[in-house]
């Protein structure tokens, strides 16, 4: 099934305070043309004591590798939460997108290339934080739509199926990774997650994340021989995401 902008509802995820973010965004997207619906980004810090329950604060130490950050809390709280409006909506599709995205000029076309092959995935990145081991699935006009056997991360702008969504959503309750990084395991939830390259926008939030803090101050992570299960387990995961990408070919 072909899709168009019309089946698309845009979501722009930032928060309250982040106002040079939120002003920096309204104009990218005025000059697409897109409109979009913000959705007041959940603050980890303030609303800990109510989302705490939901963490494996265990889980995520051992599957991350470090402990688990309020921002964390709040950026997994807010994508989970978009989610949740775009299947109580009448679109089919989000377009997902944080508030540090700057938009290569092939953005439209990309978005609209993506959509003419809705039918190939359930999840869709226009850009990444890592994306390791590409395998082309489709080459469609100047893009690549792209699985990938490495870790392939980063949740600044991408479209899910509201369908995906609904099915996904209540997996995803109990919190023991990162959002981008739960999402990299389809292999275990059973999904289509696809990059479409050349990535056709990027993240820049200056240095200064509202997750990690300036130059990933806020990150503390263990001497490495305490890490050592977060790495055999990263290296098991290229062996099951390459076994289910084999499958679901």
């Known amino acids: 099934?072909?899709?168009?902008?019309?089946?698309?509802?845009?979501?722009?995820?930032?928060l309250e305070n982040s106002?040079?973010?939120?002003?920096?965004?309204?104009?990218?997207?005025?000059?697409?043309?897109?409109?979009?619906?913000?959705?007041?980004?959940?603050?980890?810090?303030n609303a800990i004591g109510n989302l705490g329950p939901k963490v494996d604060v265990k889980a995520f130490r051992r599957n991350m590798g470090r402990p688990v950050l309020p921002g964390d809390i709040g950026c997994y709280s807010s994508h989970?939460?978009?989610?949740?409006?775009?299947?109580g909506s009448d679109f089919t599709v989000g377009l997902v997108l944080e508030d540090d995205v700057v938009f290569h000029d092939e953005f439209p076309e990309a978005v609209r290339v993506a959509l003419s092959v809705s039918d190939d995935w359930d999840l869709v990145r226009f850009?990444?934080?890592?994306?390791?081991?590409?395998?082309?699935?489709?080459?469609?006009?100047?893009?690549?739509?792209?699985?990938?056997?490495?870790?392939?991360?980063?949740?600044?702008?991408?479209?899910?199926?509201?369908?995906?969504?609904?099915?996904?959503?209540?997996?995803?309750?109990?919190m023991t990774?990162?959002?981008?990084?739960?999402?990299?395991?389809?292999?275990?939830h059973n999904y289509r997650l696809m990059g479409l390259e050349p990535f056709s926008c990027h993240q820049d939030d200056g240095g200064k994340s509202?997750?990690?803090?300036?130059?990933?101050?806020?990150?503390?992570?263990?001497?490495?021989?305490?890490?050592?299960?977060?790495?055999?387990?990263?290296?098991?995961n290229y062996w099951r995401r390459w076994r289910w990408l084999a499958k679901n070919n």
């Open 80 to 87: 989970l939460g978009v989610w949740r409006e775009l299947v």
């Open 177 to 188: 990774r990162t959002h981008d990084h739960e999402l990299n395991r389809f292999d275990v």
């Open 1 to 14: 099934m072909t899709l168009s902008l019309r089946n698309v509802g845009v979501w722009l995820i930032n």
């Open 210 to 236: 509202t997750i990690t803090g300036e130059q990933f101050k806020l990150v503390q992570k263990p001497p490495w021989f305490r890490r050592l299960p977060y790495y055999f387990q990263k290296a098991g």
């Open 127 to 174: 850009c990444s934080v890592r994306s390791k081991i590409p395998i082309t699935r489709k080459k469609l006009q100047s893009f690549r739509l792209n699985a990938y056997v490495g870790p392939f991360t980063g949740n600044a702008a991408y479209m899910v199926t509201a369908l995906a969504a609904k099915r996904l959503l209540p997996r995803l309750e109990s």
């Open 19 to 45: 106002i040079e973010r939120r002003r920096k965004m309204e104009s990218r997207l005025d000059r697409l043309g897109l409109s979009y619906t913000l959705f007041v980004a959940v603050d980890g810090s």
